[in-house]
């Protein structure tokens, strides 16, 4: 199920961070493997602004999660993480088109996000999914402020890409936050 996150989902959600960032080891990105979770204040923080959402298993615990920013009028994806118990189950599809919908109803037109080129998981799985690469000459502001801070953090020592697709309403919901899974 795809539900708003709750405040004792919030540890969890960095169990997942962790543990979704193992298999970068897997492909020589230790670094990206080692990087420490969201801090609880700024988990708080998406929270407490109503842009972040899990996906949970059959006993209502968090096994995904997403976090969404405002940026230059777009609701860009923060993050996506999902334990690797439950990777290839669409739970990231499910919670991008949950956030599509959110956007969707607050007169957003796009979702943004950035993301690594050559990770499987990371570009070609959100192509799959509909997002197409922004050019540099594409990128607003808070966008080419975004790319800026991950190079001075040491995201750019691997490709990297923003990318883009409109918003949409899935056509099937039976609910308006709950996907069954």
Same mark, same amino acid.
């Given at each position: /199920?795809?539900?708003?996150?709750?405040v004792?989902d919030?540890?969890a959600?960095?169990?997942?961070? @962790?543990?979704?960032?193992?298999?970068?080891?897997?492909?020589?990105?230790?670094?990206?493997?080692?990087?420490?979770?969201?801090p609880?204040d700024?988990?708080r923080?998406f929270?407490?602004?109503?842009?972040i959402?899990?996906?949970?298993?059959?006993?209502?615990?968090?096994?995904?999660y997403?976090?969404?920013?405002?940026?230059?009028?777009?609701?860009h994806? #923060?993050?996506?993480?999902?334990?690797?118990?439950?990777?290839?189950?669409? $739970?990231?599809?499910?919670?991008?088109?949950?956030?599509?919908?959110?956007?969707? #109803?607050?007169?957003?037109a796009? $979702?943004t996000?950035?993301t690594?080129?050559?990770?499987?998981?990371?570009?070609?799985?959100? #192509?799959r999914?509909?997002?197409?690469?922004?050019?540099?000459c594409?990128?607003?502001?808070?966008?080419?402020?975004i790319?800026?801070?991950?190079?001075r953090?040491?995201?750019a020592?691997?490709?990297? @890409?923003? /990318?883009?697709?409109?918003?949409?309403?899935?056509?099937?919901?039976?609910?308006?936050?709950?996907?069954?899974?």
């Open positions: /199920m795809i539900r708003s996150a709750i004792t919030l540890p959600l960095q169990q997942i961070e @962790v543990a979704a960032g193992a298999p970068f080891r897997d492909i020589g990105m230790d670094a990206i493997a080692e990087d420490p979770p969201p609880l700024e988990l923080e929270l407490e602004t109503g842009r959402w899990v996906a949970a298993d059959g006993n209502d615990e968090p096994v995904a997403a976090l969404v920013a405002l940026v230059d009028g777009a609701a994806i #923060e993050q996506v993480s999902v334990h690797p118990r439950a990777a290839r189950q669409g $739970l990231g599809a499910l919670l991008l088109d949950e956030i599509s919908s959110w956007a969707a #109803e607050r007169g957003f796009a $979702l996000l950035t690594f080129v050559d990770v499987p998981w990371n570009a070609p799985y959100y #192509e999914l509909g997002f197409r690469p922004l050019d540099d594409e990128l607003t502001p808070g966008l080419s402020q790319r800026e801070d991950e190079a953090n040491g995201l020592a691997w490709p990297r @890409v923003t /990318m883009t697709r409109p918003v949409t309403t899935p056509a099937r919901r039976a609910r308006p936050t709950t996907h069954a899974v």
